[in-house]
């Protein structure tokens, strides 16, 4: 693998950048592999390249329906933060942030994390006392977060609404500076990249139609470009989790919702940190072309058409003009949809299965696009050793019948 530096540049200048190699290579599917990854989005590139990295596992293939990152991973509003209420999301989000810290260089790809803070207004008394209590249970565990008052978020963020007689005033923000955004589709390509460099084959166009058993123990996929073997299947699709486990010939406690975001025009900078709003039901960054990256709740129905409805749209862009009156007369440019997997306890699904070798990760809903480095170094742990890895176990598939739940929904459950 070519390293990227500014001795490549230079090299590579001298013949007009005409022979950057390829990121990754595109080979033919072998007929068996120690694991196969099902679904190419970051979550599973992220597992695959742990996998090698960590483990040591390299004989390994990602097989992609479509593209990579054509799912969930390029499709999302990039917020990432970690300030998650109870102590296993906590321990999840932030070992997560931290990968994110270090990510770029891991990778040798810049992934352009912008740590520029992350505001989650509170509107109500119900949603101060949330807002206070969270930022207190993050200080707990060691989660750079802590609560604002309204002159400190004016301060912030000045160009938001904070005038008393709006429906929903500003009533104070949790705050956390570590939290930002990072580039959607460069997380694809890096981990890609990185995998494929120590021997990950990463197969796109390459849809899994079936999950081969023999018993209760896994024996591969069929897919549309034939049957691969497999002694293990760790499967990350996201919106297609229950059609996968269906499959396999089980049930996941998965719904899956269209969830949308839309972009504005590009505008000089305005805004220099993420606002989030649960309550009012809107997102918003601004990305580094100038656009506004506005983001809202999910389509209450059941869909897998990547693609939401009008009035949500309509919902979003009139909460955004009462935060920000001055958005008022932007015009938007874009929107697009994907399709989240959303647990009833908001939290994701990681680990074992009833099929012995079948794992699954899933169930990240509006949120997991933050979690992309540390759901794939968990998840890759827990294939590797068939056991879940500490930071995972609380996120086993058993706690829909034990009852050990862990309720994200004021953190996780309409924001991202
Ligand atoms: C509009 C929107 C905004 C969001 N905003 C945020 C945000 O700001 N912050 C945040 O943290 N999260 C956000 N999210 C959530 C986040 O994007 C997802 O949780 C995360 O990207 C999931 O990653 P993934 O790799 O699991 O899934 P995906 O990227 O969806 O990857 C799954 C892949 O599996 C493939 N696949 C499916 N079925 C098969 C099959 N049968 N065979 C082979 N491949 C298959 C799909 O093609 C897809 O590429 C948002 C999501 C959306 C839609």
Redesign the pocket.
Known sequence: MTRYSIWSLARNALTWHENWPRYWRSPDPRPEYDVVV?????????TAYYLAKEHGITNVAV???????????????????SNYLFDESAALYELSLKLWEGLSRDLNLNVMLSQRGVLNLAHTLGDVRAGRRRAEANRLNGIDSHWLEPDEVAKVCPILNMSRSLRYPVLGSTWQPRGG?AR?DAV?WGYARAADARGVDIIQN????GINRNGDRVTG?E??RGTIRAKKVA???????S??AE?AGFRMPISSH????LVSEPIKPVLDC?VMSGAIHV?VSQSDKGEL?I??GIDSYNSYA?R?SFHVIEGQTAALVELFPMFSRLKMMRS??????TCPDASPIIGKTPVKGLYF??G?????????PG?GYVFAATVANDEPHPVAAPFALDRFTTGALVDEHGAAGVA?
């Open positions: 099902v679904g190419g989005g970051g979550h599973g590139l992220a097989v992609e329906k479509g593209w990579l990152g054509g799912g969930n991973t390029a499709r999302n509003t990039t917020i990432v933060r955004v959607h694809a390459c849809e899994v139609t996929v897919t549309t499967v990350v699709t996201a919106g297609h989790s059609v996968l499959m269209p969830l949308q975001a993420v997102y990256v983001g809202a990547q939401g697009w949809g994907g399709i989240v997997d990760n899933c990240w809903g509006t949120g997991g696009f933050k979690a992309t759901s991202h």
